[in-house]
């Protein structure tokens, strides 16, 4: 056998092997079927749960249908090989292990960890897949220039959105995830060491602010975030912001025009609303 690509395909999936090495993905389309049965999200099938997702995101959700490839690699070592293939044009790639699955704009691949994903419950497992599929989504908008948003404000929405497919679903409430981000959120906030949103606007204030507090309390701040947003200015204008990314990658001109106020105006209102529900 040459060191060719070889492929094989069943079942809708494809199990892809790279002649000479031990790493093997499984490649899964990320594609949106209409008429896709809900309920099969809850079968322990990622094949028939990221046609579930899909069908949230798409009929539900108004984000665009992507054409894109889930890759699941079977180990802790297999992942990280993938990561260093795939994400070779990123700082590290293989210091991103730790995470259970990463989202490449570039690639326009989810790549996860069967593994590491292994260990969680089904819905936690979905809920993952489903935040990663946002991603790609808000990246579809701005027609894949992968120029980087708020960092709070594209990962509250994957978050916003992932709880939303798996409330959809069946699998998990959003308005239990929305609790469970206002508890990881409270302590902090109540210590004054909740890191404000214009401290999480580029990948670097966001991976200093999880060594600070944890992934948890940023991630849930900016859920909540991302929801009164969206309570206050609409889904539209959230998939407005992103696609403004088309044409430039300027974060806070994007905000303003897509919001009608800026960041700091936004952050004052954001804080009033955290003293009053935390």
């Not at 892809?16 to 049965?37: N, R, S, W």
């Not at 210091?95 to 089904?122: F, Y």
Request: charged fraction near 20%; aromatic fraction near 10%; charge should be negative.
């Amino acid at each position: 056998m040459t060191n060719a690509l070889q492929c094989w395909s069943f079942a809708g999936l494809a199990i892809v092997m790279l002649a000479g090495c031990a790493t093997t993905a499984q490649q899964i389309p990320l594609a949106y079927a209409p008429e896709t049965a809900r309920p099969s999200a809850g079968v322990h099938d990622y094949g028939m749960a990221v046609k579930a997702i899909a069908s949230v995101m798409v009929e539900d959700l108004r984000l665009p249908r992507l054409e894109s490839v889930f890759y699941l690699y079977p180990s802790g070592a297999d992942y990280t090989t993938g990561l260093k293939s795939e994400l070779r044009d990123r700082p590290d790639p293989g210091g991103r292990e730790q995470a259970l699955a990463i989202a490449s704009c570039d690639r326009r691949k989810v790549l996860a960890n069967a593994e590491r994903l292994a260990r969680i419950s089904w819905p936690d497992r979905v809920r993952t897949v489903a935040h990663e599929m946002v991603h790609l989504a808000e990246f579809a908008l701005a027609d894949w220039r992968c120029a980087t948003p708020h960092y709070w404000l594209m990962e509250g929405f994957a978050q916003w959105g992932a709880y939303k497919v798996t409330d959809r679903l069946g699998l998990h409430t959003y308005a239990a995830g929305a609790a469970l981000s206002s508890r990881h959120s409270a302590s902090f906030y109540s210590a004054g060491t909740l890191p404000p949103l214009d401290g999480l606007a580029t990948e670097a204030e966001w991976e200093a602010a999880e060594r600070s507090v944890g992934k948890e309390a940023v991630y849930g701040q900016s859920l909540l975030a991302v929801d009164f947003l969206i309570e206050r200015k609409g889904l539209p204008a959230v998939l407005d912001y992103f696609a403004r990314f088309r044409d430039s990658a300027a974060r806070s001109d994007h905000f303003s025009a897509a919001f009608g106020e800026d960041v700091d105006a936004f952050q004052a209102e954001f804080g009033a609303h955290l003293k009053s529900i935390l």
